[in-house]
């Protein structure tokens, strides 16, 4: 029977009645991975004609297949940068297209059994640029503080250090992991833990609040944090194209940013852009 229905599909390929499928690659953010197979998933489940093929490996990776023609979407989780747009615009002649699905609150781990609750950005800073050394310095118990973070392709990365570390290196000190879900995992197991990553991977650790300055209210990345803006590390999502997008995927993005496509933001983790 299995043979059968083979046989008849491939019939109906070779007279025209059901066509190949049409694929779309999306490759990039780390961050975004869970999200965006989850997007994928639901899409082909009711786009049966459609093959939506995701892969991680960073935004920087992702950026750089968007530039030398191997992916359709790129998936990053910071903007891109002139440098690259120029790239971009070397090969393809446009500058590329910029679509903001997503918001998170790059959130800062920490251990569960860590009594400090709250950070003011600057101490978050000295932290990883290695000016603060132990946990007593923050309120917390006379303990080195064990330091993670992601490796130098990661979007969040970048704009971890970027906007958060206002440029300055990271600590030599820093163990970079490949993948937010690794640095989790890593705090988890250690109390004495500094971590950070989007706002979706946050289990079995709590997040540190995050108060702008010492004089400023604390806050925990949540839906209403995140949209108002009063979390302190609220970032945007991004899809990139070479160009304008037509068809299928066209198709797909409106999908993702449609009211289904945006519900499936929140339950993954993360928040919606409308």
């Not at 297949?65 to 090969?91: H, Q, V």
């Not at 970027?162 to 705090?187: C, E, I, K, R």
């Not at 806050?219 to 009063?230: D, I, L, R």
Request: proline letters at 4%.
């Amino acid at each position: 029977m299995k043979r059968l229905l083979i046989v008849v599909m491939a019939l109906l390929v070779s007279f025209g009645f059901m066509g190949p499928k049409e694929t779309i690659t999306v490759k990039g953010s780390d961050t975004m991975v869970i999200l965006a197979q989850r997007w994928a998933e639901q899409y082909m489940s009711k786009h049966p004609d459609v093959n939506v093929q995701v892969t991680g490996g960073g935004s920087g990776v992702g950026i750089s297949a968007l530039i030398n023609g191997t992916t359709d979407i790129c998936d990053a989780s910071r903007p891109m940068k002139s440098s690259e747009r120029e790239k971009l615009k070397t090969r393809f002649n446009s500058l590329g297209v910029e679509i903001k699905c997503a918001k998170d609150g790059l959130s800062v781990y920490l251990n569960d059994a860590n009594p400090v609750k709250e950070l003011t950005l600057d101490q978050i800073k000295k932290i990883y640029t290695g000016q603060i050394k132990n946990w007593h310095e923050v309120g917390g118990p006379n303990a080195k503080i064990n330091v993670y973070g992601r490796e130098n392709s990661s979007g969040t990365y970048v704009y971890f250090k970027d906007f958060v570390l206002s440029g300055q290196d990271y600590t030599a000190s820093m163990q970079s992991l490949p993948g937010t879900a690794a640095v989790v995992n890593a705090v988890a197991k250690d109390k004495n833990a500094v971590g950070y990553g989007g706002a979706a991977y946050a289990k079995g650790i709590k997040y540190a609040k995050v108060k702008k300055d010492a004089n400023s209210p604390a806050y925990e990345p949540n839906a209403e944090t995140v949209k108002t803006g009063q979390y302190p590390i609220t970032r945007f999502l991004y899809m990139y194209t070479k160009s304008r997008p037509t068809g299928a995927m066209k198709d797909y993005i409106d999908w993702i940013l449609s009211p289904e496509g945006q519900n499936w933001v929140v339950k993954v983790g993360y928040f919606p852009v409308k």
